[in-house]
């Protein structure tokens, strides 16, 4: 019985392996995507959280579209927005929108489309409607 659990158990570890070594990695197109979700998604949760400093409602809206030219000017703008620096959480989000715009003016300069440049829709998006669970 002991033999035949060890060999499934060697067999399961080479599976694994055998598909992590298949396993894309990931694009600069994929982790500008990515991040840009997160951003988005810890800039709401910080938006909606009581425990946060009043000057979060002055903070400039940020909403990311990758698919934007203006994305990098509502990046910039934010990270050097001038208040809210000791809300710990502010700091990581810019932190974090710095790390974004790099990634995309940098490493990823080559790889990005812009599909617009439409300014307006990054202030005001019409986000697609929310579907019933």
Request: one cysteine or more.
């Amino acid at each position: 019985k002991l033999p035949t659990m060890k060999m499934l158990l060697t067999l399961i570890a080479l599976l694994s392996a055998a598909l992590l070594a298949n396993a894309a990695p990931p694009t600069c197109y994929s982790r500008v995507l990515s991040l840009s979700k997160e951003i988005t998604e810890s800039f709401k949760e910080l938006q909606a959280s009581r425990a946060v400093d009043s000057c979060v409602e002055t903070l400039p809206r940020l909403y990311l579209d990758i698919h934007n030219y203006c994305v990098l000017a509502k990046l910039r703008d934010f990270v050097a927005y001038p208040r809210c620096e000791r809300v710990l959480e502010v700091s990581e989000l810019k932190e974090k929108a710095r790390s974004l715009y790099t990634i995309m003016i940098s490493y990823c300069r080559r790889d990005l489309v812009f599909l617009t440049d439409d300014c307006n829709a990054l202030e005001n998006p019409i986000l697609p409607p929310i579907e019933p669970s």
